[in-house]
């Protein structure tokens, strides 16, 4: 849930509508999956999937470092996240570990407030 109301100026607004357009556009494994917003007077609903594993910040928290053999599949996840936005021409532009959400093993890149898209980018995979 999302306050409308907090934000002071046009920029919060332009970032919510920025983050619901990319999430509406993306659907990769490794993306958090947005299954509908909801919008009042007041609040914005952004309904995703549950990641029931957390973030990898707090993974990596708990966890002080994790062994080469753990590290390797989530950069594997990252990669090809972002491979997959690059491809459609999205830069993320806030990319770190409390964005990246974890599920069933997976991991899943989220928040794209900071998102912009470049149609200059957009390749074939």
């Known amino acids: 849930m999302i306050d409308i109301k907090a934000f002071k100026d046009r920029i919060g607004k332009q970032m919510l509508e920025g983050e619901i357009d990319a999430l509406r556009k993306l ?3 490794n993306i958090l999956k947005c299954y509908d917003v909801y919008s009042t007077v007041n609040n914005c609903y952004i309904i ?9 910040q707090t993974l990596l928290k708990k966890r002080d470092r994790l062994p080469e053999a753990e590290a390797v599949p989530v950069f ?3 990669f090809k996240g972002f ?8 830069l993320h532009r806030d990319l770190k570990p409390a964005n990246i959400f974890i599920k069933d093993g997976m991991y899943k890149i989220a928040d794209f407030g900071f998102a912009k898209r470049d149609s200059g980018f957009t390749r074939k995979e």
Request: glycine share 8%.
């Open 76 to 78: 594997r996840d990252i």
């Open 48 to 56: 995703t999937e549950f990641c029931t594993e957390g973030d990898l």
């Open 83 to 90: 491979r997959y936005l690059a491809n459609r021409g999205f």
């Open 27 to 29: 659907n990769h494994v």
